[in-house]
């Protein structure tokens, strides 16, 4: 049975990889319609937070992800398969566009499709952002909208360090899971 399963790990972390352009923000919901959706091996909430794990660590997000979706189904040996899955694909494309690279380079068509591809990014980082959000505003609590506006602006307009943006979501993250905690004991 397990054998099954690093095998449909690795296939599934293989095909998301090689089918995904754009970076890890592409391909953390096309990982939640295939484990969470499509195989079941993850609930929905459990998703969401491999995303802002995998989001908040350093390293690249497909990666971060991977290792924690294949750690989360099969413990370290998943977390190895679903990471090869995941940097294989990347590595063989690359080895041969920098094989063909300056045939490619000055190609009309290559150029047209990349930019397409931008489209196509810019549209599924949207529906990520969108996805990701439906849950915050759907439990109705006002402090996780506020961080998510004031982290905004803080960024956008204000221009300080997402270094210690992260950091102090992370210190209101912290005290709000306490104080729910709490509470939930108490009543």
């Not at 943006?165 to 004991?185: E, M, P």
Request: with cysteine.
């Amino acid at each position: 049975m397990k054998h099954k399963t690093f095998i449909k790990l690795f296939l599934s972390a293989f095909q998301l990889s090689a089918c995904t352009f754009g970076g890890g923000f592409v391909i953390i919901p096309l990982m939640q319609k295939k484990f969470v959706d499509e195989l079941h091996w993850i609930e929905e909430q459990e998703m969401m937070d491999i995303t802002a794990i995998a989001q908040s660590s350093p390293g690249a997000v497909a990666v971060n992800a991977s290792i924690l979706v294949g750690y989360h189904v099969a413990g370290v040996i998943g977390a190895l398969i679903t990471v090869l899955g995941t940097v294989l694909p990347p590595l063989i494309i690359i080895s041969i566009v920098s094989f063909f690279y300056t045939a490619f380079r000055d190609n009309v068509i290559v150029n047209m499709a990349m930019a397409g591809m931008l489209a196509g990014v810019a549209a599924v980082i949207c529906n990520v952002v969108i996805t990701m959000g439906k849950g915050i505003f759907q439990k109705k609590r006002v402090l996780p909208v506020v961080v998510l506006f004031a982290s905004f602006v803080a960024v956008r307009f204000i221009k300080i360090n997402i270094i210690l943006i992260i950091l102090v979501c992370a210190v209101i993250g912290v005290a709000d899971t306490l104080y729910l905690d709490k509470k939930g004991r108490q009543a």
